[in-house]
């Protein structure tokens, strides 16, 4: 079994900063691509990054130049990091992870942007 833990959501005022981090765990042989996924209020989950094993990102186009994602392949966690933050960024994110061949996804983290 795999297990994918997020962490790192909260409050922040517009402008502000956040770092999500997401750790797997569990009986893990390959971690392929590892990324980030949110859901608004009434809306369908959408993409915000991705992240391969060699690193190659891909993100939406809405957080481009804002968000950051990174990974640590020792430490099986993948990043988050976010900038410039903006009340349409109010989400739950959810991590998803690419693990022995199969999707897995977290339990989301909620992050609120006041404006």
């Known amino acids: 079994q795999v297990q994918l833990v997020e962490s790192g959501g909260g409050l922040v005022q517009a402008g502000g900063s956040l770092r999500l981090s997401c750790v797997a765990s569990?009986?893990?042989?390959?971690?392929?691509?590892m990324g980030w996924y949110r859901q608004a209020p009434g809306k369908q989950r959408g993409l915000v990054a991705t992240?391969?094993?060699?690193?190659?990102?891909n993100y939406a186009d809405s957080v481009k130049g804002r968000f950051t994602i990174s990974r640590d392949n020792a430490k099986n966690t993948v990043y988050l990091h976010m900038n410039s933050l903006k009340p349409e960024d109010t989400a739950v994110y959810y991590c998803?992870?690419?693990?022995?061949?199969?999707?897995?996804w977290g339990q989301g983290t909620q992050v609120t942007v006041s404006s």
């Open positions: 998803y992870g690419r693990v022995n061949l199969n999707d897995w």
């Open positions: 569990g009986s893990i042989f390959s971690i392929n691509a």
């Open positions: 992240i391969t094993s060699r690193r190659s990102t």
